[in-house]
């Protein structure tokens, strides 16, 4: 396999308007991120990806882009920008953007020229259709709830189409000079030095524009948004031209936000060749959120889990090289999610962290994971910020549920859990802002933030800090990076979740005890070194098994 520049590297999310405010209006911006980067250098981290910075009116927080040449005026300027890129690169680090281009903001010149004249030039930038016996061209429902079709102002029977949010309109993807526009803009971008991107919602640019009616899944008579993608192909060639024209002459890294991609077709994404880099795993995420919306949610299983993670392991690695994520600004914290109630402590998430970082594919920490941010009650609808959340609540409502269940359900899957800002400090507002946060700051922050770890040699921060500095040790980073992965100890009473990171240098085991009681277990090889422990010891039983109490995790160097 040709070795690329990118494959060892550690990546983290920053969510710009929760990292950190430097000029007291209640929003993180850019000076706020530069003022963090010895901070995240400290982390081990490489690589940041900055969710979308580009000027927007914030109905989806950024991922409604108006003007992708500006920074968001609330974020900073554009040499506010260039400062960040120079220092990030001064770290000896690299940066890389969200490319929001499924869409764009119904406030973008485009789609204001599209329309002021639907049937001119800008009008075939978007998809413009005739509605049916007076009602919308086809069935499909949007992501964020209702109908993927919108009226269009002052025209009768005419609609334009937006797979999230009305005020998000669908960029027509068949249209080459559309396509010109695109291209140009990111190699932009690329020209001035970043490197790579975070591709958002990408599949959802293959469309049938014939746009059929599917089944209805509902009683709106609608049919989901993942069904219309489902029965759309013609995707790789697409893929293929975009990379060739853009990504490729820079060499950049993508990561691609791939839902609702053929099996089979892994390979052509992230192979070799591929259309990206990477692409995020969200096996695990898929879990929990239901079949319909959030108040069909699941419960966490830890052997749904662990099962699905190997899945994914195993698939990916004679291929390429997913991204692994436990946590991001669409889902819920992982220290959350994937603990269950009697691991909800520092033990627990250093343990999570570990078998976590530790998978074959390049690591993303998602801010504020690295100290073990919790998801944030919230007591009213009211407090929420999130588009998706809102419409999460309704849908609840109408299907049954009461305002507390539907509150419920917003609490455990809600987008803004992710997104309260970052903890710094006790100080109020957890040290984020010195203003009024624009989201409610987790209360918790009085005993889970930066400082307070900083200070204790024990904490997750630090922990954290050990565990990316182990996975980069010149004596292993190769085996992390390129090493086999083999599921270890599947049958071992169902709650260890192990396994071992193998290649022709060193056999490495990565174990963690998920169940309430503590667990013997034999490695398959003496123990030549006690390489990373989250307790204070490791003990073994007169059989000459280790033994794992519930919450501990070790790294093991085997003979
Ligand atoms: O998300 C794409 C996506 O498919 C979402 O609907 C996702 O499934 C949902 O947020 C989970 O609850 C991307 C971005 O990550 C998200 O923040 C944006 O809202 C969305 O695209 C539109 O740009
Ligand atoms: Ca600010």
Not at 182 to 202: C, H, P, Q, T
Not at 371 to 399: F, H, P, W
Request: some cysteine; overall charge negative.
């Amino acid at each position: 396999m040709e070795k690329k520049w990118w494959h060892g590297k550690i990546a983290c999310q920053i969510y710009p308007k929760s990292y950190c405010d430097s000029n007291g209006d209640g929003i993180g911006d850019l000076r706020g991120i530069i003022s963090k980067l010895d901070y995240l250098k400290a982390l081990g981290v490489d690589l940041i990806w900055l969710s979308p910075v580009y000027r927007s009116p914030f109905v989806d927080q950024g991922y409604d882009i108006s003007d992708y040449y500006e920074i968001a005026p609330e974020f900073g300027t554009m040499e506010d920008f260039d400062e960040l890129l120079r220092e990030v690169k001064a770290r000896g680090m690299h940066l890389i953007m969200d490319l929001v281009i499924n869409h764009c903001s119904s406030e973008h010149r485009w789609f204001q020229a599209a329309l002021a004249d639907p049937e001119g030039p800008y009008g075939s930038y978007f998809y413009f259709r005739e509605g049916k016996d007076g009602h919308a061209p086809s069935n499909h429902r949007s992501y964020f709830g209702g109908s993927a079709w919108e009226p269009v102002p002052g025209r009768e029977n005419l609609y334009y189409y937006h797979m999230f949010a009305k005020e998000q309109p669908d960029l027509n993807w068949y249209n080459p000079k559309l396509l010109g526009e695109l291209y140009d803009m990111i190699n932009w971008w690329l020209e001035k030095g970043v490197s790579g991107f975070r591709i958002d919602a990408i599949i959802n640019i293959q469309k049938n524009t014939a746009f059929p009616d599917y089944p209805a899944d509902g009683p709106d008579g609608l049919c989901a948004p993942g069904v219309v993608v489902e029965n759309a192909s013609g995707i790789g060639p697409m893929l293929e031209d975009l990379k060739r024209n853009t990504f490729q002459k820079y060499d950049a890294f993508t990561v691609g936000e791939v839902f609702n991609m053929k099996e089979e077709e892994l390979r052509e994404f992230i192979g070799e060749d591929g259309h990206f880099s990477s692409m995020f795993d969200f096996s695990q995420h898929l879990l929990t959120s239901g079949e319909h919306g959030w108040y069909e949610e699941r419960p966490f299983c830890f052997g749904t889990w662990r099962d699905a993670v190997f899945e994914a392991q195993r698939k990916a690695e004679p291929i390429g090289f997913l991204s692994n994520i436990i946590e991001n600004h669409d889902e819920p914290r992982g220290a959350s999610t994937f603990l269950p109630d009697y691991a909800q402590n520092d033990a627990g998430v250093k343990m999570l962290g570990t078998v976590s970082v530790l998978l074959r594919g390049i690591p993303f920490l998602y801010q504020g994971q690295e100290i073990g941010m919790r998801n944030c009650r919230m007591e009213s609808v009211g407090e929420y910020d999130d588009i998706n959340t809102k419409d999460q609540y309704e849908l609840a409502l109408r299907m049954g549920c009461t305002e507390q269940e539907a509150l419920a359900c917003c609490n455990r899957m809600s987008r803004d859990n992710a997104r309260t800002p970052m903890q710094w400090s006790d100080a109020e507002n957890g040290g984020f802002t010195d203003g009024t946060p624009w989201l409610k700051v987790n209360p918790d922050y009085r005993t889970i933030n930066v400082a307070a770890q900083e200070r204790d040699p024990d904490s997750v921060l630090h922990y954290y800090r050990r565990l990316t500095a182990l996975r980069k040790d010149p004596r292993y980073a190769d085996t992390f990076t390129y090493g086999r992965f083999e599921p270890a100890f599947e049958d071992a009473d169902g709650q260890i979740m192990a396994y071992v990171r193998r290649d022709g240098r060193n056999r490495i085991l990565v174990a963690g005890n998920w169940g309430p009681d503590r667990a013997a277990l034999s490695p398959d090889g003496a123990v030549k070194e006690l390489l990373l422990n989250n307790q204070a010891e490791l003990r073994t039983d007169g059989e000459g098994r280790i033994v794992l109490e519930s919450c501990q995790a070790v790294v093991l160097l085997l003979a």
